[in-house]
């Protein structure tokens, strides 16, 4: 039996009056990479935000049903959001370097939290960006301005920022999306790598990119999940309609 | 016969490009002039002793320097209340509220006060601190009542700049599991910081110049203020009273070569840190 790390049930969400997720069942496991895949609006990006509750700070956001990560209803009034936003780190579409130094960017989570020993700080700056792949790259000058970087690095350097939370969950809204293809092969070689101590939520509008490097995969449309499974058998045999015309390009 | 005088688009551009460079002439030959004229009757009036001995016989002898030291009081103590109040005020509008009525009547109420006759403040600065909070004619009046002068301008510009912060910063800060306090104190702000000192600065030109709201409320003693309960007078007012009272305009242009010279200076170097602090936090 798999380990189940985010349970999602009877869940939507609603912009205003127009509703943007509807009555989503999902279970996430543990230290899987989860690909989701589905055609613009389709509330792929609106789900991630659901998860850490990014989406508060939209005016008129509203939800019905329930989110368990590891037990928790994280929409409970008792659920600290700065604390589940660090439980699940999150990577957007646009690099969004800090307009900081490189350092900066990377001890910027735990700084909040009132980390100041500089010894540990340094060894944790190191251990992020060489997680990410950046490290070999910056490791000369980290007191530069993080918006000196290139866009693959920029989004290398957020995923960094992102480990220095220590979350449990990474959540990754379209990340290559504006990257060249090495970068984005990059990225995904260090998704590959995470994958053994994180679980992975990977929201993607390229469908090859799910089928390199998802375990299993979801596919969204208008608002609902029409089906998820493994990789493998989204790709070769969905049960849906409609899932094979995505996955063939028919539309979307 | 008629279509015979239009000009050809051509020519019709270069009409319109020499006269709004003429325009435009205008406004720095004014500036020209004025600069020009106080240099003039001023500089021949400068020297270390005007500035550092105290004026005597009225201001007809000596220097300026208790005037100097009144205004950078003055300007201090206005900055001191205003910059919080102001850069709050914004923080407020922009981060803590979403846009509605009483938003609305805030920023409305900002200009309206910002739209006001400086006499005016001065008027109410009398009233309210010389008088009926008794700080007497003093630096505290005049500090304060030229806070609530400047203080439409800081809260305006603070507010621009804290607009103009991506909105991307504040979600990926967020998304970093920060409040909102953090995001406003380590994202929001710093990013704004050159924003917000232009407000700043232009705030300390309006306040080293201000005559009419400080001639109420500071007064005019000549001597050099001891507590910010003295009484004491600003260079501007300096200025206007030699002059008015025809009592040594040669020491009258000296002193406005001095306040031009100095909110000149205020400018030029703040806009030389303000360039640096931008390419340290932006790309190239």
Redesign the interface.
């Known amino acids: 039996m798999r380990d189940t790390a985010i349970q999602v049930v009877n869940f939507s969400h609603f912009y205003g009056q127009q509703q943007s997720l509807k009555n989503l069942n999902l279970v996430i496991y543990r230290r899987e990479i989860l690909g989701i895949i589905g055609p613009a609006r389709s509330g792929k990006s609106t789900f991630l935000t659901c998860l850490?509750r990014?989406n508060d700070?939209v005016?008129g956001s509203r939800v019905s049903g329930n989110i368990l990560i590891d037990g928790q209803d994280i929409y409970q009034p008792e659920v600290e959001v700065?604390?589940l936003?660090?439980q699940l780190?999150?990577v957007?579409a646009?690099p969004?370097p800090?307009?900081?130094s490189i350092y900066d960017n990377v001890v910027?989570?735990p700084k909040?939290?009132g980390q100041t020993n500089r010894g540990e700080l340094d060894r944790l700056v190191e251990d992020c960006l060489e997680k990410a792949g950046l490290w070999a790259e910056v490791k000369d000058r980290l007191k530069i301005?993080a918006?000196?970087l290139s866009g693959g690095q920029q989004q290398r350097l957020?995923l960094a920022?992102?480990l220095a939370?220590k979350p449990e969950y990474i959540l990754l809204d379209e990340p290559t999306s504006g990257l060249d293809p090495i970068s984005t092969m990059k990225i995904e070689d260090t998704l590959r790598l995470l994958k053994k101590d994180y679980t992975i939520i990977l929201v993607t509008n390229n469908t090859k990119q799910a089928a390199r490097v998802a375990d299993r995969t979801a596919f969204f449309l208008m608002g609902e999940l029409v089906e998820v499974n493994e990789t493998g058998i989204i790709f070769t045999r969905p049960s849906d309609k409609r899932t094979e015309n995505y996955i063939e390009g028919r539309f979307g | 016969m008629k279509k015979h005088f239009r000009l050809k688009p051509r020519a019709e551009q270069k009409v319109i490009q020499i006269l709004l460079y003429m325009m435009t002439s205008v406004a720095i030959l004014v500036l020209i002039f004025i600069l020009a004229v106080i240099l003039k009757n001023g500089l021949p009036q400068l020297s270390l002793e005007f500035l550092t001995t105290n004026p005597a016989h009225m201001g007809r002898e000596g220097g300026i320097f208790s005037t100097i030291v009144t205004t950078i009081y003055l300007t201090f103590i206005a900055l001191l209340v205003a910059t919080p109040l102001g850069v709050g005020t914004a923080i407020y509008l922009t981060e803590y509220t979403?846009e509605r009525v009483v938003t609305r009547i805030i920023r409305f109420g900002a200009e309206c006060l910002a739209g006001i006759p400086s006499i005016i403040f001065g008027l109410f600065g009398f009233i309210l601190f010389v008088n009926k909070l008794k700080f007497g004619w003093s630096i505290l009046s005049g500090g304060l009542t030229l806070a609530f002068m400047v203080l439409p301008t800081i809260i305006r510009t603070s507010e621009e700049a804290i607009k103009s912060v991506?909105a991307?910063?504040?979600?990926?800060?967020?998304?970093?599991?920060?409040?909102r306090w953090?995001t406003v104190t380590?994202?929001v702000l710093?990013?704004a910081a050159p924003g917000i000192a232009t407000g700043v600065v232009l705030s300390i030109g309006r306040s080293i110049g201000e005559t009419a709201a400080v001639i109420f409320t500071a007064g005019s003693a000549l001597h050099l203020p001891s507590s910010i309960f003295s009484s004491g007078r600003t260079m501007s007012v300096h200025f206007y009273i030699l002059a008015r009272e025809g009592i040594s305009m040669p020491k009258a242009y000296g002193t406005a070569a001095v306040l031009v010279i100095a909110i000149l200076m205020i400018n030029i170097i703040t806009y030389y840190l303000m360039g640096k602090y931008i390419s340290?936090?932006?790309?190239?």
Request: contains cysteine; proline residues 10%.
């Open positions: 850490n990014l700070l005016p700065a604390a936003r660090r780190g999150m957007f646009t969004v800090l307009p900081m910027f989570g909040l939290q301005s918006l000196k957020c920022r992102v939370l | 979403s991506p991307a910063y504040r979600l990926a800060s967020y998304s970093l599991g920060s409040t953090q380590k994202v710093p990013s340290r936090t932006s790309p190239e």
